[in-house]
T-cell receptor, first 112, second 114 residues
C-alpha cells in the first residue's frame, strides 16, 4: 500500500526553466509534508516542508504547493540550475506519527 | 562528528552470511531511524528508536532483521542469513524531536549480497 506516490520517475528540463515535481498521497491523516533531495552516494537532505494548514511555502528558488482536497503536492524550482540535478523524494508524516513515509523519488536532470 | 555516520559505506557479502551495519547519530538526537532503498524504489521504513521507549519494529521485512540501540546512541542493524533481495542501500537518520521533522540522514551503507 503506497501511501505516497511520485508517478514520474524522471524529469528533464532546460537550465533557467521551471521544474515541477509532483506527489500524491492517500492517507488523510498526513499533516506535514517534506521534500528531500538526494545526490548519488549521499544521504537525502531536507529541502523544504509545508504544514497542512498552509497551501504554499516558499524558500528562494523552491516553492511547495499543497492541495489538500486533491491530496496532491508539488515542488516548483525556478529557475532550474544544473546543480539541481538529483533525485527528489516527497515525504509525509501523520499528526500523531513519528516517522516519515516516502515516495519513490523523481530523478531531475537540468540540462545546461 | 557533526553529521550521522554510517559504516561500512559498502559491504559485499555472500548469500547466507550475517552482516552488521552501524549508525552513529548526531549527539543529542533522541530519535533514530533505519530505512532502506532498493534499486528503483523509494525509501522503505525499517525501524525507529525514540529515547528509552520500545522501538517501532513494524517495518522490518522478516525475522532475519534486527536492530539495537545501545545507550541511546549508536545503533546496529543486523541481517542474518542474507539473501540477494536484501541488496539495497541502508540509510540511517536521526532527529532531535522524533516528530518526523528534521531528519538528518547518513550517507548509507550499500549492501550487495552475491
Amino acid at each position: 500500500d503506497q501511501q505516497v506516490k511520485q508517478n514520474s520517475p524522471s524529469l528533464s528540463v532546460q537550465e533557467g526553466r521551471i521544474s515541477i515535481l509532483n506527489c500524491d498521497y492517500t492517507n488523510s491523516m498526513f499533516d506535514y509534508f517534506l521534500w528531500y533531495k538526494k545526490y548519488p552516494a549521499e544521504g537525502p537532505t531536507f529541502l523544504i516542508s509545508i504544514s497542512s494548514i498552509k497551501d504554499k511555502n516558499e524558500d528562494g528558488r523552491f516553492t511547495v504547493f499543497l492541495n489538500k482536497s486533491a491530496k496532491h503536492l508539488s515542488l516548483h524550482i525556478v529557475p532550474s540550475q544544473p546543480g539541481d540535478s538529483a533525485v527528489y523524494f516527497c515525504a509525509a508524516v501523520e499528526a500523531s506519527g513519528s516517522r516519515l513515509t516516502f515516495g519513490e523519488g523523481t530523478q531531475l536532470t537540468v540540462n545546461p | 562528528g557533526a553529521g550521522v555516520s554510517q559504516s561500512p559505506s559498502n559491504k559485499v557479502t555472500e548469500k547466507g552470511k550475517d552482516v552488521e551495519l552501524r549508525c552513529d547519530p548526531i549527539s543529542g538526537h533522541t530519535a533514530l531511524y533505519w530505512y532502506r532503498q532498493s534499486l528503483g524504489q523509494g525509501l522503505e521504513f525499517l525501524i525507529y528508536f525514540q529515547g528509552n521507549s520500545a522501538p517501532d519494529k513494524s517495518g522490518l521485512p522478516s525475522d532475519r532483521f534486527s536492530a539495537e540501540r545501545t545507550g541511546g546512541s549508536v545503533s546496529t542493524l543486523t541481517i542474518q542469513r542474507t539473501q540477494q533481495e536484501d541488496s539495497a542501500v541502508y540509510l540511517c537518520a536521526s532527529s532531535f524531536s522524533g516528530r518526523g521533522y528534521g531528519y538528518t540522514f547518513g550517507s548509507g551503507t550499500r549492501l550487495t549480497v552475491v
